[in-house]
Nanobody
């Protein structure tokens, strides 16, 4: 069973930055596509960013393109989400997700098999 643990959330002022990390257990992390999703209070979970199993291709929601960067370190079994120029509307619980099997990243939460517990990001105005 793959386990994912997010960290790095917190409270930041608008315009600030945070870097989220997601540590993944298991010896086959390098075969997983990884994604970040978020869910704000009263809203559905939405796609934020994804990265292919080999890190060669990344995907972003339009709302974060140019501000957020997803990356991975296969030697550390970790995927990152660097978030710059944060806005109050970025406030949400952020979840990482794993899609095993050498697939590309996906915009659809249903295509991910394992999820972390989430980390809260709050951006004050």
């Amino acid at each position: 069973q793959v386990q994912l643990v997010e960290s790095g959330g917190g409270l930041v002022q608008a315009g600030g930055s945070l870097r989220l990390s997601c540590a993944v257990s298991g010896r086959t992390f390098s075969s997983y596509a990884m994604g970040w999703f978020r869910q704000a209070p009263g809203k559905e979970r939405e796609f934020v960013a994804a990265i292919n199993w080999n890190g060669g291709t990344t995907y972003y929601a339009d709302s974060v393109k140019g501000r957020f960067t997803i990356s991975r370190d296969n030697a550390k079994n970790t995927v990152y989400l660097q978030m710059n120029s944060l806005k109050p509307e970025d406030t949400a619980v952020y979840y990482c997700a794993a899609r095993p099997g050498y697939y590309s990243g996906s915009y659809y939460s249903s295509e991910y098999q394992s999820w972390g517990q989430g980390t809260q990001v709050t951006v004050s105005s």
